[in-house]
């Protein structure tokens, strides 16, 4: 059972409190596809009433979060193989991007800050915690998007960082990959240090492409399982 708890928000409805609370539950694999999410249990771990619990599951439904099953309610969404195809090939498409921007624009005090952020994913990898992998990962990347100075890019890589987040989380998650992500990410930075962009926008594809290869691996599992 993950553990909820809900930051309160004197300016929002409670229900959208409890949704915020489930929705960052279910992208950060608190609860995993095909978990139940039972009404009664949710209100109290969240100290609620049914009915905002029953209105944040419609919320996610709506999302394509959570499905509604037959005989057993809601449950959390499956990672389809055409949803992950939609975000990644949006992520490919700005990660390329900005790793070409980084190496134009990025300043000493970047490349500093992109060295340690290195660092500490490298040293997060070995905790073998995937929350603090995927925070690391999430520091690692914000260096190189930020870098751009671009603000409407930056603005809208933002807006998508909750939707692309559960992806991210599930290549994390699968140990027998880290030593390729500090691989993937070596690469990219030691790129943009040197001012490649080729083989920096190289470098965030084979990322990407390696992140959908391992979770359609993943996914293809799952369906024969």
Do not use: W
């Not at 489930?22 to 109290?44: D, S």
């Not at 055409?82 to 624009?105: P, Q």
């Not at 992140?211 to 399982?225: A, G, K, M, P, Y």
Request: charge should be negative; charged fraction near 30%; hydrophobic fraction near 40%.
């Amino acid at each position: 059972m993950a553990r909820l708890s809900l930051n309160m928000d004197e300016y929002l409805p409670l229900r959208d409190v409890v949704f915020h609370a489930l929705r960052r539950a279910i992208l950060t694999g608190e609860f995993v596809p095909g978990e139940r999410l039972m009404e009664i249990h949710l209100a109290q771990q969240l100290g609620v009433s049914r009915t905002p619990v029953r209105e944040a599951i419609h919320k996610l439904e709506l999302e394509g979060l959570v499905t509604m099953m037959p005989r057993r309610g809601a449950t959390v969404a499956q990672i389809s193989e055409r949803g992950l195809k939609d975000v990644l090939e949006v992520r490919r498409a700005l990660d390329t991007f900005c790793a070409g921007l980084a190496c134009e624009r990025m300043t000493d005090e970047d490349k500093q800050n992109l060295r340690k952020a290195f660092t500490a994913f490298e040293e997060a990898i070995y905790t073998k915690d995937t929350a603090i992998i995927a925070q690391a990962d999430v520091d690692f990347h914000d260096i190189i998007i930020n870098s751009t100075g671009n603000e409407r890019l930056i603005s809208t890589i933002n807006n998508l960082a909750e939707q692309m987040y559960r992806y991210r989380f599930e290549y994390i998650k699968d140990a027998s990959q880290h030593e390729r992500l500090i691989s993937e990410h070596r690469m990219l930075m030691d790129a943009i240090l040197a001012d490649n962009a080729e083989k920096a926008m190289k470098a965030a594809r084979i990322h990407i492409d390696n992140q959908e290869e391992s979770i359609l691996t993943q996914i293809h599992l799952d369906e024969h399982r």
